[in-house]
Antibody, heavy 117, light 107 residues
């Protein structure tokens, strides 16, 4: 079964750090680009970060640039998002999603990040 | 960055109605336009890719059209399970921008 499973979310104080993980199974993870997409409570989808299959190309949204770092370990079929200097506005459900020019066809169920004192 | 603008932000419709949602890109994106459905508490699901191709398992009452900058998602006969929020997204370039969403509610 094709699957993405996120983990690592939780409650963190403003200025704190968190590392999200996404475990992939059921497809050839190493040949696909991946994304992190987030959704603040009651809001729409916001693309956050992109990484190519070989990690040679990385992009971050302006809203997280300089604070978040996307990475991957193809040997472990895993995607990561290191989040530093967290702010209240980073509170959201974070989804990992398999990328493609024909859409993001596989999504995880999401992991919730809450930034609050 | 390419901006995606959806309309309307929300709509009310009855079971059996035909529903149309539009999405406009700030520059030409060819046919690199995808549509997603999201139900409350669930992850988004890909409905249509490349502007008009139905993802496997998606009912044929869903259809997409358009190219360049203007796109539409249509539901020919709204069913109870179709009440959800719909998002367009461009895959022409990075960042992979989404529209603001259209919430389809029961009239």
């Amino acid at each position: 079964e094709v699957q993405l499973v996120e983990s690592g979310g939780g409650l963190v104080q403003p200025g704190g750090s968190l590392r999200l993980s996404c475990a992939a199974s059921g497809f050839s993870f190493s040949i696909y680009s991946m994304n992190w997409v987030r959704q603040a409570p009651g809001k729409g989808l916001e693309w956050a970060s992109y990484i190519s299959s070989s990690s040679s190309t990385i992009y971050h949204a302006d809203s997280v640039k300089g604070r978040f770092t996307i990475s991957r370990d193809n040997a472990k079929n895993s995607l990561y998002l290191q989040m530093n200097s967290l702010r209240a506005e980073d509170t959201a459900i974070y989804y990992c999603a398999k990328d493609g020019i024909m859409g993001m066809d596989v999504w995880g169920k999401g992991t919730t990040v809450t930034v609050s004192s | 960055d390419i901006q995606m603008t959806q309309s309307p932000p929300s709509l009310s419709a009855s079971v059996g109605d035909r529903v149309t949602i539009t999405c406009r890109a700030s520059q030409s994106i060819g046919s690199y336009l995808n549509w997603y459905q999201q139900k409350p508490g669930k992850a988004p699901e890909l409905l249509i890719y490349a502007a008009s191709s139905l993802q496997s398992g998606v009912p044929s009452r869903f259809s997409g059209s358009g190219s360049g900058t203007d796109f539409t998602l249509s539901i020919s006969s709204l069913q109870p399970e179709d009440f959800a929020t719909y998002y367009c997204q461009q895959s022409y370039s990075i960042p992979r921008t989404f529209g603001q969403g259209t919430k389809v509610e029961i009239k």
